[in-house]
Each structure stands twice: as structure tokens, then as C-alpha cells.
């Protein structure tokens, strides 16, 4: 089983800057990708930004030029700096993973309990 603690979310107004956290623990072998995806109430989940353990990352058109997302493969840690917050980016933003327990296992989706990012206007 792999946990995933989130932090960084809160409150802040439009224009304004917020830095989420994520850490992975638990049985891992290998972390394939690590990313986030938001929910805003009535819509469904969508995906904000990934990266892959070789750095290869991938964003949401919304949030492209905006947000950057970052990792520590040592620490089993993602980040995702957002600057110029618009009140549309608001939504919880759930952490996600894709990993290995071992190198026979197949990959396994996991995903934090969210973090709260709201923008005022």
C-alpha cells in the first residue's frame, strides 16, 4: 500500500501565488509518475499537471505558462508551484501516483486524500 500526504492548499486572491507538496510512502519499488488533478464542485475530476520519474511533464491547457510541477525522486516527492491564480483554478487538487510494489508487480494507481485550493476575486 502506498500513502500520499498532501499540503500547500489554502486561500489566497486572484493573482496570488500557492506551492501544493505531495510525499509518497509505503511499498514502493518504483514511482513511474507522480501528478495532480483537480475537482471543482459539479465537474468532474481533470488533470492538472504530471511529471515522470525521467522529468518528462504534462499540463493542462488551463494552467500552461501559470503552473509548474516539479519532483524529488529521492524524496518521493511532487510539487506544483501555481502563480496568477484566477478564481477558476479553484478545487481541490488530489495527488496522484503510479508505482511499483516490486518489479513483478504490476503498476498501481494511488491517490491523496486533496488538498483545498481556493481563489478569491
Known amino acids: 500500500q502506498v500513502q500520499l500526504v498532501e499540503s500547500g492548499g489554502g486561500l489566497v486572491q486572484a493573482g496570488g501565488s500557492l506551492r501544493l507538496s505531495c510525499a509518497a510512502s509505503?511499498?514502493?519499488?518504483?514511482?513511474?509518475?507522480m501528478g495532480w488533478y483537480r475537482q471543482a464542485p459539479g465537474n468532474q475530476r481533470e488533470l492538472v499537471a504530471t511529471v515522470t520519474s525521467y522529468g518528462s511533464t504534462n499540463y493542462a491547457e488551463s494552467v500552461k505558462g501559470r503552473f509548474t510541477i516539479s519532483n524529488n525522486n529521492a524524496e518521493r516527492t511532487v510539487y506544483l508551484q501555481m502563480n496568477s491564480l484566477k478564481p477558476e483554478d479553484t478545487a481541490v487538487y488530489y495527488c496522484?501516483?503510479?508505482?511499483?510494489?516490486?518489479?513483478?508487480?504490476?503498476?498501481?494507481?494511488?491517490w491523496g486524500q486533496g488538498t483545498q485550493v481556493t481563489v478569491s476575486s
Open positions: 496522484y501516483t503510479t508505482t511499483k510494489a516490486s518489479m513483478a508487480t504490476p503498476l498501481m494507481n494511488y
Open positions: 509505503g511499498s514502493i519499488f518504483s514511482i513511474n509518475a
